[in-house]
């Protein structure tokens, strides 16, 4: 039998695509290796198989030990991996995911490093929560106003349709057991969502930190997207999930919102999103970027030439670099 190392590193592809995978796999007190291209979580139950190229985002909480192997079928398969603390609400780090093409990265910093476009950005964010108001013409001091304003509007319009008692949203970071049970709901479900805005921003190629709401955090690209759907799926699920039970809420909320998300198919929503946002003029193409594994050199007037061949001499040929 062959060994792993032997085993040829999989192609673009081969790969399940983002918005074709489970949501997240959220795993706790095991062991996770690898057998052939799938990942296995061993614990005193026993071992179970998981593809890897099905998986979003892998979410390794305590107790967890995690193979060289197994990242490294992790890392070629493209799925997201976060350590988190217990409940899962708690981010610590997270692995590289794959990536071919830097088209939508490069969309992402022309439309980041301009002020007028990323303003507009942030105003299209805004039409995608609220498609009911239109934020043209808005500054960015307004914009936050309103989304403060739909958001609190949200908690009340949730806590009167469930009869979960509201007094506020209130969150101690590292303390998760502070916040009441619809709080501890919300907490749990934006931490999950954050998972899966990173599952879907990293592995489409674009930079995690490059935001056009949030600012200055290596994550703040990945908290805009995950704020795309608090008010219309976050929020209320959490209210849904307190409104049953107050024992047990974060791993309610992680098993409901994962079960939302695969009905909903918002990985392929959040695909759209993301590149409907950055490149409005490519709304239709299937991939903008495809799935390229092309390196080219740029040169003068915005061309490109081909990487990998010695440009000295009339006839831009010549020996292979390196």
């Known amino acids: 039998m062959s060994t792993v190392s032997r085993r040829p590193a999989l192609t673009p592809r081969q790969l399940t695509r983002t918005d074709e995978r489970l949501s997240f796999v959220?795993?706790?007190?095991?062991?996770?290796?690898?057998?052939?291209?799938?990942?296995?979580?061993?614990?005193?139950?026993?071992?179970?198989?998981i593809p890897s190229a099905t998986i979003g985002t892998l979410l390794l909480g305590p107790g967890t030990r995690v193979t060289h192997q197994a990242m490294s079928v992790l890392g070629e398969t493209g799925a997201a991996v976060c350590w988190v603390g217990e409940h899962g609400v708690r981010y610590y780090a997270s692995g590289r995911a794959l990536s071919r093409s830097?088209?939508?990265?490069?969309?992402?910093?022309?439309?980041?490093?301009?002020?007028?476009?990323?303003?507009?950005?942030?105003?299209?964010?805004?039409?995608?929560?609220?498609?009911?108001?239109?934020?043209?013409?808005?500054?960015?001091?307004?914009?936050?106003?309103?989304?403060?304003?739909?958001?609190?509007?949200?908690?009340?319009?949730?806590?009167?349709?469930?009869?979960?008692?509201?007094?506020?949203?209130?969150?101690?970071?590292?303390?998760?057991?502070?916040?009441?049970?619809?709080?501890?709901?919300?907490?749990?479900?934006?931490?999950?969502?954050?998972?899966?805005?990173?599952?879907?921003?990293?592995?489409?190629?674009?930079?995690?930190?490059?935001?056009?709401?949030?600012?200055?955090?290596?994550?703040?690209?990945?908290?805009?997207?995950?704020?795309?759907?608090?008010t219309e799926i976050g929020i209320p699920l959490a209210f849904d999930v307190a409104a049953q039970d107050e024992e047990d809420v974060g791993p309610r909320t992680r098993r409901a919102l994962r079960d939302r998300i695969n009905e909903t198919s918002l990985l392929n929503r959040c695909v759209d999103d993301i590149k409907h946002l950055l490149l409005p003029e490519a709304t239709g193409s299937s991939d903008p970027g495809g799935d390229r594994d092309v390196v080219t050199l740029q040169s003068d007037h915005g061309h490109q030439v081909a990487s990998g061949i010695n440009h000295d001499g009339p006839e831009d040929y010549g020996d292979e670099l390196w």
């Open 26 to 49: 959220y795993l706790e007190r095991c062991t996770v290796h690898r057998d052939a291209n799938a990942i296995t979580a061993q614990d005193a139950e026993g071992t179970t198989h």
């Open 102 to 230: 830097s088209a939508l990265m490069e969309a992402q910093a022309r439309q980041w490093a301009n002020p007028r476009t990323r303003l507009t950005v942030a105003r299209g964010m805004y039409r995608l929560r609220f498609p009911e108001e239109d934020p043209a013409g808005l500054t960015r001091h307004e914009l936050l106003g309103r989304e403060g304003r739909q958001v609190k509007d949200c908690y009340r319009a949730q806590a009167a349709r469930t009869g979960v008692p509201w007094r506020g949203r209130r969150y101690t970071p590292g303390d998760f057991t502070s916040g009441d049970a619809v709080n501890q709901a919300i907490t749990a479900a934006a931490q999950c969502m954050y998972g899966i805005a990173h599952a879907v921003v990293t592995p489409l190629g674009c930079s995690p930190a490059l935001g056009f709401v949030h600012s200055g955090h290596e994550l703040s690209f990945v908290l805009d997207v995950a704020d795309l759907y608090k």
